[in-house]
C-alpha cells in the first residue's frame, strides 16, 4: 500500500534526511542551530562550536576547553496549493460541490511542542580538549534534530475560514482537492551523535562522527478503496493511518578543515546514506460504496504465519513497514578571513557548494508493506500489494555565501552575520507536491551576536523564498473507459516511468497498473519563515 511510503518519505525525508548533514540543500533547510542559519548554512569552512557536530566535525579542533552549546532554529512553513480542474460530476448520485473548481488548500500544522506553527529545531552538543590530554583531540557529543518543517496539516480555504476535511463525517462537505497526496503528517526525530577531531598539524584538522537515530512518524491520506475511481467519489474512498517507529538509524560521516594560509580556510564534509526500516500499525476506514451493494468490505490483518512486518495484527490495525533510503550528501566550502594588524580575526566571508544524491534509485523508490487483506463478507480475498513507490527525485546542488564582522565593544564583541543561498528543485518537473516540499528554493538570513570572555548569545531572522511554482497540466480522466484514459487525449496512458506527477494510490493493483490520474497538477506557492535563538559557554 502506497499509504506509508508517502508518510515515510514525506516525514523521515523531512525529518531525517538531514540527520547527519544539517548543512541541508535540495529537501532540507540551511544550518544547524542559530550561528550557521544566520549565515544561510555557509558554515562548512567556519563552525567551531557544538554545531559542527552535524556540519563539520573537523570544526571541534578550533576550539579549547569545554564549550556547551544550547542553539536553535525556529522555522514556519506556509502553503498554498491551487489545484487546476474541478470536481467531476458522478453518475446516479447528486453532490452539491459537483462541478465546482477545486478551492485552495493550506499549510495549517501546528506541531507537537511548538510555539504555534512555529517548531523549534534545536542543538544541545558540549565539546572538549580533555584539558589537553591527548594533544590534538577534541570530542563532541549532542543530540539535534535537522532543519526542516516535515508537519502537515492541510486545509481548505472556504468562505468561512480554512476548514479540515473529516472523512465520512458530513455528505455535503466537499472532499479536499488534496487528499490523495496528503491530510496530516508529524514526525519527532532524535539523533544522538558523537565526533571526533584530531589537529594533524597546525594547518590541517580531520574529523568524523557517528549517531544512532530514532523517529516516531505519523499520517493520514486518502486512497482510492475501489480501483478505478478516477472521478475521485468520496464515497469509493479509504482514509488510511500510518504510525511507525524505527528505533536504530545508524549514520556516519566525516570532515576536513585546511588552513593554508593565515587568510584562507577549506572545509567539507561527507555524510554517509541512511537505510531506515520503519514498523508500525496501519488502519484503515473505508468509504459507504467501497463494495458493491449488499457488500460487507473491511480491511483485515494476514494470518501471522504470512506476515512479514510482524504477527499479531488485527481489523483495527495492521503491521506496516516502510523500507527507504537518505542519500550520500557532500558539501565542500572556502573562507576568507579579514585580519587586524596582531593576526585577529575581525570577520570573513564564506562560499559552500553542496550535493544531495536523491537521484539515486533506493532513495527515489523505497518499499511499503502491509500485512493486510480485504475482507469480503467476513472472507479474505485479496491481499493489499506491495509497492514500490517514486516521488520523482533527482540530485540537488546548493550554493551558499555568508559571512560575518566584529565589533569591538568594551572587552566584549558584537558579531554581525548574514548570508544568501540558493537550492535547486529536489523533485522534477511535474512532481511538486504538498506531502513534500521539492521546489527549488532562495534563502536570505541576517544575524547577530554578542560575545564575552565566557558565553556568546545569538539571534536571527530570515526567510527562504520559493514563489509561486506550476505543475503544467490539467490531466483528470472522468472516466475508467480504456478510450477515456490517460493525459494525452488518445486513450493511451504514459508508462509509469515516463508520467510526470502521482496517481491516487491504489493498494488493491500492483504499481504497474495504477491508472493515470496525476492528483498535482496545479500551482504552488510557499515559502518559510526563520527565527534563530543560541546561546554557548566555555570554561
Known amino acids: 500500500m502506497k499509504l506509508g511510503a508517502w508518510m515515510a518519505m514525506a516525514a523521515l525525508c523531512g525529518a531525517v534526511g538531514s540527520i547527519d548533514d544539517a548543512t541541508a540543500g535540495g529537501l532540507f533547510l540551511p544550518g544547524s542551530g542559530a550561528v550557521s542559519t544566520s549565515r544561510a548554512g555557509a558554515a562548512v569552512a567556519s563552525t567551531s562550536d557544538g554545531e559542527a557536530l552535524g556540519l563539520n566535525p573537523a570544526g571541534l579542533a578550533k576550539s579549547t576547553g569545554t564549550t556547551i552549546t544550547l542553539s536553535m532554529a525556529i522555522i514556519d512553513y506556509a502553503m498554498r496549493f491551487s489545484r487546476r480542474g474541478q470536481y467531476d460530476y458522478i453518475d446516479n448520485d447528486d453532490q452539491a460541490w459537483e462541478g465546482r473548481a477545486y478551492p485552495v488548500v493550506e499549510q495549517d500544522a501546528k506541531p507537537p511542542l511548538a510555539l504555534g506553527s512555529y517548531q523549534p529545531v534545536p542543538v544541545f552538543a558540549i565539546t572538549t580538549d580533555l584539558g589537553g590530554a591527548v594533544p590534538g583531540l577534541t570530542i563532541g557529543a549532542g543530540v539535534y534534530a535537522p532543519n526542516s518543517y516535515p508537519f502537515r496539516e492541510l486545509c481548505t480555504r472556504t468562505s468561512n475560514g480554512c476548514e479540515r476535511y473529516e ?126 451493494t449488499g457488500v460487507d468490505v473491511e480491511v483485515g490483518p494476514v494470518d501471522d504465519e504470512a506476515a512479514r512486518c510482524a504477527p499479531g495484527g488485527t481489523t483495527a490495525r495492521q503491521a506496516a513497514c516502510v523500507t527507504l533510503e537518505i542519500p550520500q550528501t557532500a558539501t565542500i566550502g572556502a573562507r576568507y578571513k579579514f585580519l587586524d594588524a596582531a593576526g585577529v580575526e575581525k570577520g570573513d566571508i564564506e562560499l559552500n557548494l553542496g550535493w544531495e544524491n536523491w537521484g539515486a534509485e533506493r532513495a527515489t523508490d523505497f518499499l511499503v508493506v502491509i500485512d493486510a487483506q ?18 520523482g527525485f533527482q540530485d540537488t546542488f546548493s550554493a551558499r555565501l555568508g559571512g560575518s564582522y566584529r565589533f569591538p565593544v568594551g572587552e566584549s564583541t558584537v558579531i554581525a552575520r548574514g548570508g544568501v543561498g540558493y537550492d535547486t528543485a529536489a523533485a522534477k518537473p511535474g512532481w511538486l507536491r504538498a506531502d513534500i516540499d521539492g521546489a527549488a528554493r532562495t534563502t536570505v538570513t541576517v544575524g547577530a551576536g554578542y560575545r564575552t570572555k565566557r558565553f556568546e548569545i545569538n539571534i536571527g531572522g530570515g526567510a527562504v523564498l520559493e514563489g509561486t511554482n506550476d505543475n503544467e497540466g490539467e490531466c483528470n480522466p472522468t472516466s475508467s473507459l480504456p478510450s477515456m484514459l490517460g493525459c494525452n487525449g488518445d486513450g493511451v496512458e504514459d508508462p509509469i516511468e515516463d508520467r510526470r506527477g502521482p496517481d491516487p494510490i491504489n493498494p488493491l493493483n500492483n504499481p504497474d497498473a495504477q491508472l493515470q490520474a496525476p492528483v498535482n497538477h496545479g500551482v504552488f506557492k510557499s515559502h518559510y519563515v526563520l527565527f534563530m535563538l543560541g546561546a554557548s559557554t566555555w570554561f
Open 167 to 292: 472523512f465520512n463525517v458530513d455528505v455535503d462537505q466537499a472532499p479536499s482537492p488534496a487528499r490523495y497526496d496528503i491530510v496530516s503528517q508529524d514526525a519527532v526525530l532524535f539523533m544522538p551523535s558523537f565526533a571526533a577531531s584530531y589537529r594533524v598539524v597546525p594547518e590541517l584538522d580531520i574529523g568524523a562522527r557517528v549517531g544512532i537515530g530514532f523517529a516516531h512518524l505519523k499520517s493520514e491520506i486518502n486512497v482510492w478503496s475501489s480501483p478505478g475511481n478516477v472521478v475521485e467519489n468520496v464515497k469509493k474512498d479509504g482514509l488510511f493511518s500510518v504510525d511507525v517507529k524505527d528505533n536504530f538509524v545508524p549514520g556516519f560521516g566525516f570532515g576536513v578543515a585546511y588552513r593554508p594560509t593565515p587568510y584562507l580556510e577549506i572545509g567539507a564534509n561527507y555524510t554517509s546514506s541512511l537505510t531506515l526500516d520503519a514498523k508500525g500499525n496501519a488502519h484503515a476506514e473505508l468509504g459507504s460504496e467501497a463494495g458493491a
Open 374 to 391: 480485504l475482507l469480503v463478507n467476513g472472507t479474505p480475498s485479496l491481499s493489499l500489494k506491495d509497492n514500490i513507490v517514486s516521488h
